[in-house]
């Protein structure tokens, strides 16, 4: 059975910094590029960032371009993001995406919120 399952999320302060990890189970994602997706109160789930198989090639939105990183650990079959000066605009719900060819699996996704 395919499986992301993200965590790491919760209430974190402005300015703050967390990482969130997704753990693949079922297939095995060094043959898939991946990517973190978000959805907050009200708005369209939109990409946060992707990286390649091999992790050499991430691309970034602009919106966190140079708040986050993407990683990958194909040995631990993890993907992880890390966001730093983290802004209320940052709360939403963060999904996990594997994804190659007609083949398209999503997390259910971790909570993050930005707030005093």
């Known amino acids: 059975q395919v499986q992301l399952v993200e965590s790491g999320g919760g209430l974190v302060q402005p300015g703050g910094s967390l990482r969130l990890s997704c753990a693949a189970s079922?297939?095995?994602?060094?043959?898939?590029?991946m990517a973190w997706h978000r959805q907050g109160p009200g708005k369209e789930r939109e990409l946060v960032a992707s990286?390649?198989?091999?992790?050499?090639?991430?691309n970034y939105a602009d919106s966190v371009k140079g708040r986050a990183t993407i990683s990958r650990d194909n040995a631990e079959n993890t993907i992880y993001l890390h966001l730093n000066s983290l802004k209320p605009e940052d709360t939403a719900v963060y999904y996990c995406?594997?994804?190659?060819?007609?083949?398209?699996?999503w997390g259910r996704g971790t909570q993050v919120t930005v707030s005093t």
């Open positions: 995406r594997g994804y190659v060819g007609n083949y398209n699996f």
């Open positions: 079922g297939f095995i994602i060094r043959n898939y590029a």
């Open positions: 990286i390649s198989t091999d992790g050499t090639s991430t």
